[in-house]
């Protein structure tokens, strides 16, 4: 009896002993990646209709403070004809960020890929004045920016401007054809006589680039010293695990800190495959797996990438990553059509990968 009640008590200590131990490994696994970030920067993640729901909702709630809708606020998708609004997409994810006091970032007001093709033409099919673009411009903006002034914080004002080619500044866009580097200076001044209040973004990719860089930076620059409202510029972080090196990051952040805009990462995500930027077909060459090297590179790379954010935290203001999970991504089929990719913190299935703990482990 004596040995029965022996073990018994030697037990009771034992499981007492790991409920005492195990709290503070429970009270850390509460904590989702905006709170390991509150002291640096808001976390934010590109969003769809769909994820307002289930496994995604929750995933969202738990790690990040704000979204940015990843199509549906687009000009095409928001105002395919002249005469038409389609706000329920847009108008699910802005209510969603009501309920769960989480910020909203606008995404995005002039951009030349998912531009509806009235806005561009007459009734005859031919190319419309300078003036009627920029009326049509303005009409759009206002009305987009009113309608969600007292929901967004911050708006993508032009997406893309820049050409990739080193021969030509500016991208060779309808917009550009018709109105030349003016619509840019228009639609953030359009934006601010529509919402006071927010700030506005010149969003761009492949800003590491040193040669789209400088053109970015001279645009922005110009833009400022012109007087248009423009509060800061948008770093699309749609990189691999093979770039950038830290000094170009550094480089990067660094060449903008000085005009005193803010800097936000906006569209942050690594792909494990060399990066592309024109789409092409599946090649018999391309590996579509995520093998323990890619893991390992993917690892280290945002062990990097976020090592650097933190030292720069007094420059960068918010980071958003583009899309939740690797569940679904905009890089699975771009630019290789029908190949997955693995890009972010979370897996298939909402799980945190090992590069999660390497981000929040400092």
């Known amino acids: 009896m004596r040995i029965n009640q022996l073990l018994l008590l030697c037990l009771t200590l034992v499981a007492f002993s790991c409920q005492q131990s195990s709290s503070p490994v429970e009270t850390e696994s509460s904590k989702g990646l905006k709170d390991y970030y509150q002291d640096f920067f808001p976390m934010g993640v590109a969003v769809y209709p769909r994820a307002m729901q289930g496994e995604q909702a929750e995933l969202i709630k738990a790690h990040f403070e704000s979204m940015t809708p990843e199509n549906v606020m687009k000009m095409g998708p928001i105002h395919p004809k002249e005469d038409t609004y389609r706000w329920g997409p847009a108008d699910t994810i802005v209510e969603f960020a009501r309920a769960n006091d989480l910020k909203l970032r606008g995404h995005a007001l002039c951009w030349h890929n998912q531009a509806p093709e009235w806005i561009f033409v007459d009734e005859n099919g031919e190319d419309v004045s300078k003036e009627v673009l920029l009326f049509r411009l303005e009409a759009h903006i206002t009305e987009v920016v009113s309608r969600y002034k007292d929901d967004i914080y911050a708006w993508d004002v032009v997406n893309e401007a820049i050409s990739d080619s080193?021969?030509?500044?500016?991208?060779?866009?309808?917009?550009?054809?018709?109105?030349?580097?003016?619509?840019?200076?228009?639609?953030?001044?359009?934006?601010?006589?529509?919402?006071?209040?927010?700030?506005?973004?010149?969003?761009?990719?492949?800003?590491?680039?040193?040669?789209?860089?400088?053109?970015?930076?001279?645009?922005?620059?110009?833009?400022?010293?012109?007087?248009?409202?423009?509060?800061?510029?948008?770093?699309?972080?749609?990189?691999?695990?093979?770039?950038?090196?830290?000094?170009?990051?550094?480089?990067?952040?660094?060449?903008?800190?000085?005009?005193?805009?803010?800097?936000?990462?906006?569209?942050?995500?690594?792909?494990v495959y060399p990066k592309e930027h024109s789409r092409r077909e599946k090649r018999e060459t391309d590996v579509d797996e995520f093998t323990a090297e890619q893991k390992q590179k993917q690892i280290e790379q945002y062990e990097m990438i976020f090592r650097v954010f933190r030292e720069y935290k007094d420059d960068i203001n918010a980071v958003t990553f583009w899309n939740i999970s690797d569940r679904y991504s905009w890089l699975d089929n771009f630019p290789v059509r029908d190949r997955k990719d693995y890009p972010l913190l979370f897996d298939e299935n909402h799980q945190p990968k090992e590069a999660y703990y390497k981000v929040i482990d400092f």
């Not at 990189?239 to 170009?248: F, G, M, R, V």
């Open 166 to 271: 080193k021969e030509e500044i500016y991208r060779n866009s309808k917009w550009y054809q018709i109105c030349g580097e003016e619509f840019i200076a228009r639609a953030f001044e359009y934006a601010r006589a529509a919402d006071p209040d927010v700030a506005l973004f010149y969003n761009d990719y492949e800003v590491i680039n040193p040669v789209k860089r400088e053109k970015i930076y001279q645009m922005v620059k110009g833009l400022k010293e012109a007087g248009v409202p423009i509060d800061g510029v948008g770093i699309q972080g749609h990189w691999s695990i093979y770039e950038p090196d830290e000094a170009t990051l550094r480089a990067t952040i660094e060449r903008f800190t000085d005009l005193g805009l803010k800097v936000q990462v906006t569209e942050l995500d690594v792909s």
